[in-house]
């Protein structure tokens, strides 16, 4: 069976998005990913649309899911591309990888790098007046999160002895499963169909505590949006510290519909944001994962 190129896993993800997410709201007309209340979104909303139903040859759907799915969804389509685009890479990023949109309990507690949180989780159950103290919410559960499970020793001298078991040498390594048997997260991504203030700050919150609360090395911390406004996208795109950059799932399709409305509010922003290195297409995702 022949293998997908990135460029039609890209427009797979955008057919799914289209069959399942994208689409006109009854009451107003404007597409579902679009503020009925802004010319601009729904210019641009529309534009894009266009462009992705042209390339695809597959219509934007009749029936929108829920608003309270609509995330959930996105996040799933997000996390199918991912996975089989970023496993083709292989070659470049070696090693297996878990790809999650698990929402559980344990949230990034059942990482190597955050299992002492849910430690601190417990006392503060026991003990709430202490949350006033440390802060909030420590098992933040990402959206899309991917991990990789230790390697074996074996595996590790697979070409040669390496690793001498019987001296003394790497004993806190993480990485060695004879060492640890967590998963060590690789990355953590937040994805965000629309974006509006109150979700904009939840997002930097999210990025700044799995910096500042880890035990180990940094994961990927990245956002995914589908928000057609550029000013919009600013408001996580922005500025440096905590995401490392955020990633639109129609970027070119994006740049030429802002192009075409002549809107130069929104074109600078966007022009700010890609030449900033703050904003990039989802189908660079995958390159910059295996980093």
Same mark, same amino acid.
């Given at each position: 069976?022949?293998?997908?190129?990135? !460029? &039609?896993?890209?427009?797979? !993800? $955008? @057919?799914?998005?289209?069959?399942?997410?994208?689409?006109?709201?009854?009451?107003? =007309?404007?597409?579902? *990913?679009?503020?009925?209340?802004?010319?601009?979104?729904?210019?641009?909303?529309?534009?894009?649309?266009? @462009?992705?139903?042209?390339?695809?040859?597959?219509?934007?759907?009749?029936?929108?899911?829920?608003?309270?799915?609509?995330?959930?969804?996105?996040?799933?389509? %997000?996390?199918?591309?991912?996975?089989?685009?970023? +496993?083709?890479? $292989?070659? /470049?990023?070696?090693?297996?990888? /878990?790809?999650?949109?698990?929402?559980?309990?344990?949230?990034?507690?059942?990482?190597?790098?955050?299992?002492?949180?849910?430690?601190?989780?417990?006392?503060? %159950?026991? $003990?709430?007046?202490?949350?006033?103290?440390?802060?909030? &919410? !420590?098992?933040?559960?990402?959206?899309?999160?991917?991990? #990789?499970?230790?390697?074996? &020793?074996?595996?590790?001298?697979?070409?040669?002895?390496?690793?001498?078991?019987?001296?003394?040498?790497?004993?806190?390594?993480?990485?060695?499963?004879?060492? *640890?048997?967590?998963?060590?997260?690789?990355?953590?991504?937040?994805?965000?169909?629309?974006? #509006?203030? &109150?979700?904009?700050?939840?997002? +930097? %919150?999210?990025?700044?505590?799995?910096?500042?609360?880890?035990?180990? @090395?940094?994961?990927?911390?990245?956002?995914?949006?589908?928000?057609?406004?550029? %000013?919009? /996208?600013?408001?996580?795109a922005l500025g440096t510290g905590d995401?490392?950059?955020?990633? $639109?799932?129609?970027? !070119?399709?994006?740049?030429?519909?802002?192009?075409? /409305?002549? *809107?130069?509010?929104?074109?600078?922003?966007? =022009?700010?944001?890609?030449?900033? +290195?703050?904003? #990039?297409?989802?189908?660079?995702?995958?390159?910059?994962?295996?980093?």
């Amino acid at each position: 069976m022949k293998k997908s190129k990135l !460029y &039609d896993l890209r427009v797979r !993800y $955008h @057919k799914k998005i289209l069959q399942e997410l994208l689409g006109r709201r009854s009451e107003s =007309g404007a597409f579902s *990913n679009a503020d009925s209340g802004s010319k601009a979104s729904k210019e641009i909303a529309a534009r894009v649309a266009k @462009k992705m139903e042209s390339a695809t040859g597959v219509k934007a759907c009749m029936f929108l899911p829920k608003e309270q799915t609509l995330g959930n969804i996105f996040a799933r389509f %997000t996390a199918d591309f991912l996975d089989e685009a970023f +496993r083709r890479l $292989h070659h /470049i990023r070696p090693g297996e990888w /878990i790809f999650s949109t698990s929402q559980d309990s344990k949230g990034i507690s059942k990482h190597h790098q955050y299992e002492h949180l849910a430690d601190l989780e417990q006392v503060l %159950t026991k $003990h709430p007046e202490l949350r006033s103290t440390l802060g909030g &919410d !420590y098992l933040i559960t990402p959206d899309i999160t991917i991990a #990789r499970t230790p390697v074996s &020793d074996q595996e590790i001298n697979r070409d040669g002895i390496f690793l001498d078991v019987s001296r003394s040498v790497a004993k806190l390594a993480p990485l060695r499963e004879s060492v *640890n048997r967590t998963s060590i997260l690789h990355a953590s991504i937040s994805c965000k169909w629309t974006i #509006r203030s &109150d979700r904009a700050q939840n997002t +930097r %919150t999210e990025a700044l505590n799995l910096i500042r609360n880890r035990k180990g @090395k940094v994961p990927v911390v990245v956002a995914v949006t589908f928000e057609p406004l550029p %000013t919009r /996208i600013a408001s996580i795109a922005l500025g440096t510290g905590d995401l490392d950059c955020t990633y $639109h799932s129609a970027l !070119y399709e994006l740049q030429e519909s802002v192009d075409e /409305i002549k *809107n130069e509010d929104q074109a600078e922003m966007l =022009g700010t944001l890609v030449a900033g +290195r703050r904003l #990039r297409d989802i189908s660079d995702l995958p390159f910059d994962l295996a980093i």
